[in-house]
C-alpha cells in the first residue's frame, strides 16, 4: 500500500491520494507512526515483511523462499526438507528458455504432468524421497524429504528467455549442498526426460501450444525455525490472504488458514468475502491477520490509478469490518508490508505508515491515514517486528519481563 | 556542525544562529530527521562517525586510529600490519616532553630525519618491516609489517607538556601484544639515539629551535576488515576530504580520494573549490562524500563565532553544488558527523541533524536545517550508519532481502 510521492499525482502518494474515510477514521481515532518493515532503507520481500508484521526478526528466522511457498500452497514440508518454488517452462534442444511459463498452462493439464512426474524414481542410494505439487497454471512447489539436505542451492531458472537453464550447483563447499544439488540435478533431468515424451505435450504441440518440457527450479528454502504465536502470545491466530508466500508464512507461524471464496491475490478479489471472513474469524480467535496483495500488483505494474481504486475497496472493506466488530474489546491495526514504488516498480526500503485503533489506545493528533501524515503520529518510527508485540501488549497478551 | 545551544547565542546553537538559506532549502525541499552516529549519548571520533555515515557499525568493525591515519595519509597499510600515528617532539634528558609539536618543524626538517629513520635496523630475529613516513610538519605515520603483530598497544606519547614519555606496553596478555610492544620500544629507542645526535637537530639547537628528539607513537590500529561500498552497495564511489583520518576511511571503503586545491582540513580551506570538485567528481561516480572539517576546528576551540562564519561558508559551498546538480536524478543530503561543544570543546554524544533532499523523497514540514528543528522532521531519530542505506534505497543502490 504504502508508495513515493509520484509526479504524476502532484507529488502525492497513491494512498496520499485516495479517497479512504475509513482509513481516516482509524487514523483519528488511534494511534500511527511508520514502520521499517526489516531496517531503515532495506527493501524486503514480501514473506520477510510478514514474518516480521508478525514480531519475528527476519534477519535471524529467514531461510528462503521454497519452503514457505510450498507450505502456503498446501505442501507439508518438514524441518530438514528442502523446497523449491517451480514453473513448468518450455526449453528448445540445447535448452534455451523459450517460455517461462510453458504459456501459462492451464491447471488441468499441468495436474496430468505432475501426476507422470511424481512416479519418477531417483537412485534408492541416495535416500531421499520429493513430492511436487503444482498449484496455479505454471507454477508449483518441490519438496526434497530425507537427511542431510541443504538449502544451499542455486536456481535453475535463469528468469528470462532466451537463456540457457542454468546448472543446479551448490552455494557453499558442505557435502550436503553438494549431495542436494546432485540429487536435484538427477531430478530435473529425469522431468525434462519424461515430459519431452509426455501425450500432453504432444497434444499441446499439435494445438501450437508450447510444450511444457522442463521443470525450472528456484528459491531453495527451508521452513524457518520460528515459535508459533500460540506460544510466543498464548493467542489463537488466523490468517486470511490468498498469496501462497503470505499463507506460507501464517501457518509456519502456527496460524489457522482461512479459506474465503473469492480471494484471489488478485486486484480482482473478494474484498468484502475477505472483511466478512475476517469478522467470523474473531468470534474465535484472538489474533485475525487479513492480507489484501492488490495494491503490491498495482505498484509492480507502475499503475497508480488501479493503485488508489485498491485502497479505496480496501477502505470500504475496513469500514464493514469496523461496523460489524466491538471497538471497546478490539484492536484494529492497518499498514503495509512494503513501500512498492510505482516509480520503479519494485519493493522500495522506505518505511511504511501504521495506525492502531481500539480501547486504551494513546490517541496523537494525527486525522488522516498516509505514509507523511503517519509519520507525525504517537507511535514515531518503529521496527515491523515491534507492531506485534506492541498489539500484543494492547490486548494483554504478553508476558511481564522482570520482577 | 552539530552544537549544544549556547548562552552566549541566546540559547540557540551556532548552526541555529547562522544564515543558512541553502541548508534551509535543502531541508524545505527534503526530508529531516536527527542521526546517533553510534549510539545515544556516545560521543563518537571523526574516524568512527566516518564508519558510520558510510553504513558500517563502528561497534562492530572500528580498529584504531592508526591504520586509518596511515592510509589517509598516503602510506600503505596491509591487513596484518599494525600502524601509529606519530608526532616529532622535544623531550629532556629525563624524557619528559618540553614539547609535542617539536616546534611544529618544518617539512623539510622532519623529510630529512625521517630519511635517516628509515635506515635504522630492527634486530633480524623480530623479522618485521617498518615504515615511517612524515605527512604535515611533526606529524607522521609508522606501519610494522610482518606477523603476529597486535594493536594492543598503549600510547608512548603522554599527550601533555611536562609529562614523561609513557612506556610502551602491551594491552593484553596475548603474545602478539608483548612482542609488538618489545619490538616498539626497541624501535622508539632506537630512534631516540638516531635523533640525538642528528645534524639537523644540531643545527635546530644553534637556531634557538626545539629539536626534534624523538617520536612519539599513539592510536595503534589496524585495517578494519569491511566490504568496500563498491561490494555492498555496488557504487563507484568518491571521497573529498583534506584531513587524513577521513580520507583513510574512505580509502579503506573503497573511495577514489579526489585531490582539490586548496583544501587544507581548516578554516581557510577553500570551499568553493571542494564544491566545484563536487560537481565534477559527480559526472564519473555515483556517490560522492564531501567532508568539511572547520566547523569540528571551531568547537575544539570554542570560538562560535568562527563556527557560524564557518556554516556560512558550507552554505554558500552547497549553494554552488545545488544550482550545478540535477535534482530530478541526484539525492543530496546534509548532515553532520558528530556534535562538537563550543561550551565543553568536545566531541558530543547528542545526536546530528540530517536533510535529504532529491526525487521521490517523501517530504516534511520541516524548512529550517538546524538540531531542534530536523528532529521534528519524517526521518524522526536514526543511527548513522542508517543514512547511507536510505540513501542508496533512494537511489535504486540496495537488494531485496527475500522474495
Known sequence: MADRPLKELGWKTPLESARKPVLN????????????PIAPGMPPGSDTSTLAMLGYDPLKVYSGRGALEAVGSGVEVLPGDVAFRSNFATVDENLVVLDRRAGRIANEDAS???ESLQKVKLKKSKNVEFLFKNTIQHRGALVLHGSKLSAAIGDSDPEETGKKVLKLESQDQSPEAKRTASILSELSQSFHRVLNQHPVNRERIKHKLPPANIVLFRGAGTIPKIDPLGEVFGVKAACIAA???????CKVAGMNLIEVKGATGTPQTDYMAKARAAVRALNEHDFVFLHV??????????????????????DKMLGHILDNIDLSSTVLAVTADH?????????EGDPVPVAITGPYVRTDDVAEFGERTCSRGGLHRLKGA???HILMNLCGHVQKFGA
Open 25 to 36: 477514521r482509524i487514523a483519528k481515532t488511534g494511534i500511527c507512526g511508520i514502520l521499517d
Open 243 to 249: 498469496v501462497s508466500l503470505i499463507r506460507g508464512v
Open 112 to 114: 496430468k504432468l505432475v
Open 386 to 388: 515491534d507492531l506485534m
Open 293 to 314: 496483495k492488490a495494491t503490491d500488483v498495482a505498484g509492480h505494474d507502475g499503475n497508480f490509478k488501479l493503485k488508489i481504486e485498491t485502497v479505496e475497496r480496501i
Open 339 to 347: 513501500t512498492t514504488s510505482c516509480a520503479t516498480r519494485n519493493h
